[in-house]
């Protein structure tokens, strides 16, 4: 069984990891927080609020923290993600309340209350939360089992040539958690490009016939139309999902250690996860970066997932 506290901005392929955390019989999701970012941050922390009343999920405190970015101006995917942030199905009301604690707070309340080496953090937005969190009570770095996040891409970004859109959006917060010092695992576009919601994986989810799985249907279809006019992809990619997935089942992804640096003043190159690939890493590094996907596992444990949520 892993722990993770999953920090989102949902956001349909968040909202697909928060079900994948939510019905893994591996995870043991301890909390989600929120970010601004697919959306303002009291956008997303009401679509996390609807997916948990959509699942029934319970029992585990949500808050919201980072409104902006550590130091640039704000910017969201709010033309991607549709004006509500998960435009498509009809959420319903809140079905729990909200934690009065800022994200960050509540990551190190849980962090230092729980043994060392149990928590993994999987971010799957801007890393603003994690920054803060880390800053604020430095403890937590050698306490945390490891970060993995949906973030980057050695191949080049989606945002801008350069840039994947979680580290553009905060590319400070990504520098303080990349070189933080603690295990971080960067799941980017790189293999989650590969994660398509195609017509065939659909259509398993749907036959599970129960309301999760219609109102993953109908996310997947306002995101497949977003990614088709906006990017041009046929089928859309469930990011968030995969770096949940490598928790529950590591066989997910192909990793490999690499140092990675965060390109904080390029002219073309803002929010680039510059990866060094060179040799072997050098004895010390801590990050590592996905390489490789086993797309049917992957949709093997979303099916399972989402079929065990009643
Ligand atoms: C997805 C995202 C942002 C912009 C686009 N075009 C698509 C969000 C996803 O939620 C994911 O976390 C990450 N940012 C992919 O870049
Ligand atoms: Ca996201």
Redo the contacts with the bound molecule.
């Keep these: 069984m892993r722990s993770i506290i999953l920090d989102c ?1 949902p ?1 349909h ?2 909202a697909v990891a928060m079900l994948l955390a939510w019905g893994s019989p591996v995870i043991d999701l301890v909390a989600v927080t929120t970010v601004f ?2 959306q303002t941050l009291d956008r997303v922390t009401r679509n996390a609020l609807g997916v948990a009343a959509v699942a029934g999920i319970h029992g585990i405190p949500f808050a919201a923290g980072a409104d902006r970015p550590l130091v640039r101006e704000l910017a969201t ?1 709010g033309d ?1 993600h549709g004006e509500s942030g998960l435009d498509g199905p009809e959420l319903p009301a809140a079905s729990v309340a909200l934690d009065p604690r800022h994200a960050a707070q509540l990551i190190i309340d849980l962090v230092m209350a729980a043994p060392t080496g149990t928590i993994t953090l999987v971010p ?2 801007a890393l603003t939360n994690i920054a803060l969190a880390a800053r604020l009570e430095p403890r937590i770095v050698p306490r945390v089992r490891e970060v993995v996040l ?1 973030g980057g891409g050695y191949g080049g970004g ?2 801008t040539a350069a840039a ?3 580290i553009l959006a905060d590319p400070e917060a990504a520098h303080i958690v990349f070189g933080a010092g603690w295990p971080v695992t960067m799941a980017g576009l790189d293999v989650t490009h590969r994660a398509l919601a195609t017509p065939d994986v659909v259509a398993d989810i749907v036959a599970l016939g129960t309301p999760v799985a219609r109102f993953v249907d109908e996310l997947m279809g306002f995101f497949r139309e977003s990614y088709r006019s ?2 041009g992809f046929e089928h859309p990619p469930v ?2 999902a995969v770096a949940v997935a490598y928790v529950a089942d590591p066989a997910v992804l192909t990793v490999r250690r690499a140092p990675v640096s965060i390109e904080l003043t390029g002219t073309h190159t803002l929010g680039m996860t510059l990866a060094d690939l060179r040799g072997p890493a050098p004895d010390g590094t801590t990050t590592s970066i996905a390489t490789g996907i086993d797309v049917p596992r992957f949709w093997a444990l979303v099916t399972d997932a989402i079929a065990r949520i009643r």
């Design positions: 901005d956001g392929d968040d970012g697919n995917a991607f799957t937005a949906m989606n945002w994947e859109f979680n906006h990017q990011h968030d």
